[in-house]
């Protein structure tokens, strides 16, 4: 697929405004037909410019009142180690992210939770269980200030 024009920025920007928006009504704010929507869409799948459709939903109702993130360094960082960490964490439910970085510790993980005893216990009985965990240090979300899953593409 060749760079994205404009009309393929805007949208980029209105599926992720809006990942129900039909071909029929971008077609219609952009004054384009439905065809070329829809054309345009399945080649930004393809390319993976869009990679999946999902609902966002609301971690408070459902009972996730307490989101946590780890700062986890392990005591051996070869390649073998590496990855049976991550293979590790991806089994773990409570964990929504996580990420390699660099600095002084090795990954970060973004946990929800219900509360502070649920934490208290993913911690102790399932992140401190791992085999070659260093040191794990927490925070804890008091409020979000600024939270969206958009991207700035126009």
């Known amino acids: 697929m060749k760079a994205l024009d404009a009309i393929d ?3 980029l920007t209105m599926l992720q405004a809006n990942g129900k928006a039909t071909n029929k009504e971008i077609a219609g704010v952009l004054g384009m037909s439905i065809t070329p929507i829809y054309e345009r869409i399945k080649k930004m799948e393809e390319a993976g410019y869009i990679k999946a459709y999902a609902a966002v939903v609301d971690r408070d109702l459902l009972g996730f009142k307490l989101v946590a993130y780890c700062n986890v360094q392990l005591k051996e960082h070869s390649k073998e180690y590496l990855e049976q960490f991550e293979s590790q964490i991806a089994s773990l439910e409570e964990v929504s992210e996580c990420y390699h970085i660099a600095g002084m510790f090795d990954y970060l ?3 929800h939770v219900q509360d502070v ?3 208290r216990a993913f911690l102790a009985d399932k992140l401190a269980a791992l085999d070659n965990i260093g040191n794990v240090q927490s925070s804890f979300v008091m409020k ?9 593409v126009e």
């Open 117 to 119: 005893e649920a934490y």
């Open 144 to 152: 979000p200030v600024k939270w969206q899953l958009s991207l700035p």
């Open 9 to 11: 920025r805007r949208i």
């Open 109 to 111: 993980l973004k946990v």
